[in-house]
C-alpha cells in the first residue's frame, strides 16, 4: 500500500499540501498530490531523527568517569570505524569518520527495519539506495577536488600518458558513475532478496516465527551496511591520495 504507516498519514496531513507546492515548483507532480510523502521517506525520516536523538544524547550527557550505556555504544562505534578507516585511508582519515558513521548507522538502521513484521526495508526500494550512492559519489568527488584542486584532480582521469587522455578520459568518467550504479544495485538487490525470503518464510509457517530467514536478514543488514561504508571509504581514499 502507498500509505501504510500512522506515521506517513500524519505527515501528509501536516506537511503534504506544501510539499506538494514545492515539488510542483521544480516542475514535479507527483502521482498523490494529496500524499507525496510514502512510507520509505517516512521511514528514512524516522531513522534519520533517531540518530540526530542518540548523538545529542551522547553529546548532552558524555562523561568520562560514568558513560553511559548510549555513550558506550557511541564508542564502540567509533572504535570500530576509526580502525577500518584508518587501515583504508591512512593519514588524515579522522576527517572523513564522521559521514562514513553515518553512512553506515543510517543504511544498517534501514536495513533492519525489514525485522519488523508488516515493514518493507527501506532500503529494498532502489531510490533509497540510489540517493545514499549518489550523495556518497558527491562527497568523495568533492573531497577530491578539495585537496588537490580542479586540474590536478582531473588529471587523475587522464591516465600516465597524454596521448591516452582521449581514451582514458571516457573510461575514467564511466567508472566513477558505474560506482553509483554498483553500491545502489548492491544494496538494493541483496536487501530485496532478503525482504522476499523473509515474506515467503511468514507465508509458509504462518503460526510460527521464521528464525532462520530473520537470522539471515539481520546478518544480511550489517554486512550490506559494512559493505557500502568500506566502498566509501576505499572511493574516499583513492580521491584523495596524492599517490596516482
Request: aromatic share 10%; with cysteine.
Amino acid at each position: 500500500m502507498f500509505e501504510s504507516l500512522e506515521m506517513t498519514r500524519l505527515l501528509n496531513h501536516w506537511f503534504g499540501a506544501a510539499i506538494t507546492q514545492v515539488m510542483a515548483l521544480v516542475g514535479y507532480h507527483p502521482q498523490h498530490p494529496g500524499a507525496p510523502i510514502d512510507d520509505t521517506f517516512a521511514l528514512e525520516l524516522l531513522v534519520a531523527c533517531i540518530l540526530v536523538a542518540f548523538f545529542l544524547l551522547v553529546r548532552l550527557t558524555l562523561s568520562v568517569e560514568k558513560p553511559n550505556p548510549a555513550q558506550q555504544i557511541a564508542e564502540m562505534v567509533h572504535e570500530f570505524t576509526g580502525t577500518q578507516a584508518d587501515s583504508v585511508m591512512g593519514h588524515d582519515y579522522e576527517r572523513f569518520q564522521p559521514f562514513v558513521t553515518c553512512i553506515a548507522l543510517f543504511v544498517v538502521l534501514n536495513n533492519l527495519l525489514g525485522l519488523i513484521p508488516g515493514i518493507v526495508t527501506p532500503t529494498s526500494k532502489p531510490i533509497v539506495p540510489l540517493g545514499i550512492a549518489v550523495v556518497t559519489f558527491l562527497y568523495y568527488n568533492f573531497h577530491g577536488v578539495r585537496v588537490h584542486g580542479p586540474l590536478r584532480y582531473a588529471k587523475q582521469f587522464v591516465g600516465p600518458l597524454p596521448w591516452l587522455a582521449p581514451l582514458m578520459v571516457p573510461i575514467e568518467i564511466v567508472s566513477h558513475l558505474a560506482r553509483m550504479l554498483s553500491l545502489t544495485v548492491r544494496l538494493y538487490a541483496n536487501m530485496l532478496a532478503s525482504d522476499l525470503l523473509t515474506l515467503v518464510a511468514f507465508s509458509m509457517v504462518p503460526l510460527a516465527v521464521p528464525v532462520l530467514p530473520l537470522g539471515l536478514h539481520f546478518a544480511v543488514s550489517l554486512i550490506q551496511a559494512y559493505v557500502f561504508m568500506l566502498l566509501a571509504m576505499i572511493y574516499l581514499s583513492q580521491a584523495v591520495s596524492h599517490d596516482h
